[in-house]
């Protein structure tokens, strides 16, 4: 059948066009599909069978219902034939279904094809296949709304860098609506912060790469200065002529901001803001380069709070990191202008002095810093009392490098604290005094294992009557080869590195154990003064472990008199109180030892649950000498008495101390005057007769 009924009138002219139609309809790209009056199939073309799959024998004499897909609903086709019933044609969109199931989308057109009369014969369909179009559009609306809702601010310019359209993020980040930018260049952006070099550079790498990036400073529309991470891209046509160029870009400020937090944080101590080990490392390094070249001398000051984890543990590290700041605090008050201070780490500081006029400058400010300790800290509810060992190393005299200034500096500071005597100097003693208190240090470990340790006993006796009420025991280490070793000078080591918590159970035992002989020997003894370190109080179960040893050992509590330091305690009274008052209520006596040589704070001690009070001896040491002494040991002697505590008197060691003391009305002696401490046989041999 032939794709145009000719009628019996036509001319010799179309008859020649014939042929060709027949080559149209066969090469046509468009798919072609005729059909009789009743819509059955009687040709396709080529393309219908590329398109649809179906080969023109499978589909002759069948109707196009063959290829409907489905998605398009009855009433849509009911609208199609209405159209081409009246209007003769129809166009429009439709999705078919090929041969092998899958649904396409196509351009349809149908066509009906009547005669010279009128007459219906054919309807002609002529479609085209939409996938790759669709999939086009598809691509150019994705891409659209990418460039659209993109997270990067995108900014397309032509040759001329009139800025042609911006995205949404574009106006998001610069403040600037699409209306406000197109037709400006992007110098509507500078920030004025980068010179014509840095814009001579970009434009370089453009041109001869076709691109750039980095990071510059722009401008919002509300003046605010920002960082960004800008790539600019040149676009070519296929001739290779540029025809626009595009900017993309990221505003990178909280990249910038966490940058130079984590700088911060690097280089900056978070607690006291103070230059951290690391930072102060680096400067003082540079200070040390200026030094050499200028021959200006150096003060180097190592600080380290004493008993600053006692408060940690004791109080918590909210209360520990309130001291630290304060700390902080204070020794930037104390230092001058250029001086560079910093918390090294912990509880340790350094301080650095430039241009030092010599040593005597660089203790004055280490006893600035000492002063200002002297002021209490403010803890969480009370008041903490600090102090602090200072070592100072000096540049070029001790040391030419940060190295050794910083190890010089440090052994001068565990000299202070051994010492006790303030701010201290290196000296090349302090290198063999350090190598000892190592030592030392290492050997405490096994002191009690290798049974190194004794305690010795120094009674106590009755001023009115010289009879015996007491007696302390005291602790002594005995080391194979290092001899006998000072209290002063082993029990602060325990006491910083925390065996003198091990140490005072052992020792609490040994004098339990002791007291169990002499009872066994039928021996009348009296109640036994044992320390307890501020250390101790740390453990949340100290009372319980002293009820433990002394049961054990079948001793009463009566019969213990547990020793505290007036000064200790203050660091957190309240938590001693409560440990006191339980071990009150157990039976134990308890004294303060070395009243008057701390910070008094009477407010507590009405609070103390407390039964001796023992007067510092550096007060009977002076009393004879000294009027304000006896004013003061009067005092305490009278304000115990009004408290109903018994007082006793330590460090007695001559006659009138004795007759002045028996004057004021104290009530017992301890000293060298009465005895030494002694073993325990001695002491049993001069003071506790067994009974007969």
């Not at 290829?67 to 849509?76: G, M, N, P, V, Y």
């Not at 290196?426 to 290492?442: D, K, P």
């Not at 405490?444 to 002191?447: D, K, P, Q």
């Not at 009557?465 to 009420?469: A, I, M, S, V």
């Given at each position: 059948?032939?794709?145009?009924?000719?009628?019996?009138?036509?001319?010799?002219?179309?008859?020649?066009?014939?042929?060709?139609?027949?080559?149209?309809?066969r090469?046509?790209?468009?798919?072609?599909?005729?059909?009789?009056?009743?819509?059955?199939?009687?040709?396709?073309?080529?393309?219908?069978?590329?398109?649809?799959?179906?080969?023109?024998?499978?589909v002759?004499?069948?109707?196009?219902?063959i290829?409907?897909?489905?998605?398009?609903?009855?009433?849509?086709y009911?609208?199609?034939?209405?159209?081409?019933?009246?209007d003769?044609?129809?166009k429009g969109e439709?999705?078919?279904?090929?041969?092998?199931?899958e649904?396409?989308?196509?351009?349809?057109?149908?066509?009906?094809?009547?005669?010279?009369?009128?007459?219906?014969?054919?309807?002609?369909?002529?479609?085209?296949?939409?996938?790759?179009?669709?999939?086009?559009?598809?691509?150019?609306?994705?891409?659209?709304?990418?460039?659209?809702?993109?997270?990067?601010?995108?900014?397309?310019?032509?040759?001329?860098?009139?800025?042609?359209s911006v995205?949404?993020?574009?106006?998001?980040?610069?403040?600037?609506?699409?209306?406000e930018?197109?037709?400006?260049?992007?110098?509507l952006?500078?920030?004025?912060?980068?010179?014509?070099?840095?814009?001579?550079?970009?434009?370089e790498?453009?041109?001869?790469?076709?691109?750039?990036?980095?990071?510059?400073?722009?401008?919002?529309?509300?003046?605010?200065?920002?960082?960004?991470?800008?790539?600019?891209?040149?676009?070519?046509?296929?001739?290779?002529?540029?025809t626009n160029?595009?900017?993309m870009?990221?505003?990178?400020?909280?990249?910038?901001?966490?940058?130079?937090?984590?700088?911060?944080?690097?280089?900056?101590?978070?607690?006291t803001?103070?230059?951290?080990?690391?930072?102060?490392?680096?400067?003082?390094?540079?200070?040390?380069?200026?030094?050499?070249?200028?021959?200006?001398?150096?003060?180097?000051l190592?600080?380290?709070?004493?008993?600053?984890?006692?408060?940690?543990?004791?109080?918590?590290?909210?209360?520990?990191?309130?001291?630290?700041?304060?700390?902080?605090?204070?020794?930037?008050?104390?230092?001058?202008?250029?001086?560079?201070?910093?918390?090294?780490?912990?509880?340790?500081?350094?301080?650095?002095?430039?241009?030092?006029?010599?040593?005597?400058?660089?203790?004055?400010?280490a006893?600035?810093?000492?002063?200002?300790?002297?002021?209490?800290?403010?803890?969480?509810?009370?008041?903490?009392?600090?102090?602090a060992?200072?070592?100072?190393?000096?540049y070029?005299d001790?040391g030419?490098?940060?190295?050794?200034?910083m190890?010089?500096?440090?052994?001068?500071?565990?000299?202070?604290?051994?010492q006790?005597?303030?701010?201290?100097l290196?000296?090349?003693?302090?290198?063999?005094?350090?190598?000892?208190?190592?030592?030392?240090?290492?050997e405490?470990?096994?002191?009690i294992g290798?049974?190194?340790?004794?305690?010795?006993?120094?009674?106590?006796?009755?001023l009115a009557?010289?009879?015996?009420?007491g007696?302390?025991?005291?602790?002594?280490?005995?080391?194979p080869?290092?001899?006998?070793?000072?209290?002063?000078?082993?029990?602060?080591?325990?006491?910083?590195?925390?065996?003198?918590?091990?140490?005072?159970?052992?020792?609490?035992?040994?004098?339990?154990?002791?007291?169990?002989v002499?009872?066994?020997?039928?021996?009348?003894?009296?109640a036994?003064?044992?320390?307890?370190?501020?250390?101790?109080?740390?453990a949340?179960?100290?009372?319980?472990?002293?009820?433990?040893?002394?049961?054990?050992?079948?001793?009463?509590?009566?019969?213990?008199?547990?020793?505290?330091?007036e000064?200790?305690?203050?660091?957190?009274?309240?938590?001693?109180?409560?440990?006191l008052?339980?071990l009150?209520?157990?039976?134990?006596?308890?004294?303060?030892?070395?009243?008057?040589?701390?910070?008094?704070?009477l407010?507590?001690?009405?609070?103390?649950?407390?039964?001796?009070?023992?007067?510092?001896?550096s007060?009977?040491?002076?009393?004879?000498?000294d009027?304000?002494?006896?004013?003061?040991?009067?005092?305490?002697?009278?304000?115990?008495?009004?408290m109903d505590?018994?007082?006793v008197?330590?460090?007695?060691?001559?006659?009138?101390?004795?007759?002045?003391?028996?004057?004021?009305?104290?009530?017992?002696?301890?000293?060298?005057?009465?005895?030494?401490?002694?073993?325990?046989?001695?002491?049993?041999?001069?003071?506790?007769?067994?009974?007969?």
């Open positions: 059948m032939s794709v145009y009924r000719a009628s019996a009138s036509a001319g010799a002219d179309e008859e020649t066009m014939l042929p060709l139609y027949g080559r149209i309809y090469d046509s790209q468009e798919a072609i599909m005729i059909t009789d009056r009743y819509a059955r199939i009687t040709q396709v073309n080529p393309s219908f069978s590329r398109i649809t799959g179906y080969a023109e024998e499978e002759v004499g069948r109707t196009p219902s290829l409907k897909s489905e998605c398009q609903t009855a009433e849509f009911a609208r199609m034939w209405a159209a081409i019933h009246l003769g044609r129809w439709i999705w078919n279904r090929r041969k092998n199931g649904v396409y989308p196509q351009w349809l057109s149908i066509s009906a094809v009547k005669d010279d009369q009128g007459e219906l014969h054919n309807y002609m369909a002529m479609f085209l296949d939409l996938t790759d179009y669709k999939r086009a559009e598809s691509k150019l609306r994705l891409h659209a709304q990418v460039f659209s809702h993109a997270g990067e601010g995108i900014m397309i310019t032509d040759t001329d860098l009139r800025i042609l995205n949404r993020a574009f106006t998001a980040v610069t403040g600037y609506a699409e209306e930018a197109v037709g400006h260049t992007p110098l952006l500078r920030s004025g912060r980068h010179g014509r070099e840095f814009y001579r550079h970009m434009w790498s453009i041109l001869a790469a076709g691109s750039w990036q980095g990071e510059i400073w722009n401008r919002r529309k509300n003046g605010e200065i920002y960082p960004e991470y800008l790539t600019i891209t040149t676009l070519r046509d296929e001739h290779g002529a540029v160029y595009i900017g870009f990221k505003d990178i400020t909280e990249r910038k901001q966490s940058e130079d937090r984590l700088k911060y944080l690097a280089h900056y101590d978070t607690l803001g103070l230059p951290n080990r690391a930072l102060l490392q680096d400067m003082l390094q540079d200070v040390l380069h200026g030094c050499r070249r200028s021959g200006e001398r150096l003060g180097v190592f600080i380290d709070l004493d008993r600053f984890k006692f408060v940690n543990d004791s109080m918590g590290h909210d209360t520990g990191d309130k001291v630290l700041r304060q700390m902080g605090e204070r020794l930037r008050r104390a230092i001058r202008a250029g001086d560079i201070v910093s918390r090294f780490g912990g509880d340790e500081f350094i301080v650095v002095l430039r241009g030092l006029k010599g040593a005597k400058e660089a203790l004055e400010t006893r600035r810093v000492t002063a200002l300790l002297e002021q209490p800290f403010c803890g969480a509810d009370n008041e903490i009392y600090m102090n060992s200072i070592g100072i190393s000096l070029p001790h030419g490098d940060l190295e050794a200034l190890r010089y500096a440090d052994l001068a500071m565990y000299e202070a604290k051994s006790g005597a303030g701010p201290q290196f000296n090349e003693g302090i290198s063999s005094a350090f190598l000892r208190r190592l030592h030392l240090e290492r405490l470990r096994f002191a290798r049974e190194e340790l004794q305690l010795v006993y120094q009674p106590q006796v009755s009557d010289g009879r015996l009420t007696m302390e025991a005291l602790l002594r280490w005995r080391h080869e290092l001899g006998m070793i000072a209290p002063g000078e082993f029990i602060p080591i325990a006491e910083e590195t925390g065996q003198i918590r091990d140490i005072g159970r052992w020792a609490l035992g040994e004098a339990c154990r002791q007291l169990g002499w009872r066994r020997e039928s021996r009348t003894v009296p036994i003064a044992v320390n307890l370190s501020g250390r101790q109080f740390v949340p179960d100290l009372a319980e472990q002293i009820r433990s040893i002394v049961a054990e050992a079948g001793c009463e509590p009566h019969q213990i008199v547990l020793e505290i330091t000064s200790f305690g203050i660091v957190d009274m309240d938590a001693v109180i409560s440990v008052r339980e009150k209520a157990a039976g134990f006596r308890i004294a303060i030892d070395d009243f008057g040589k701390g910070y008094s704070a407010g507590y001690l009405k609070q103390l649950p407390i039964d001796i009070l023992k007067i510092d001896k007060f009977v040491s002076e009393l004879i000498s009027p304000k002494s006896e004013v003061l040991t009067r005092a305490i002697i009278q304000m115990a008495q009004g505590l018994r007082v008197a330590e460090g007695v060691e001559t006659q009138p101390q004795w007759g002045r003391l028996r004057e004021l009305g104290c009530d017992i002696a301890q000293g060298f005057f009465i005895d030494r401490p002694m073993a325990p046989g001695d002491l049993a041999d001069r003071y506790l007769p067994p009974a007969h």
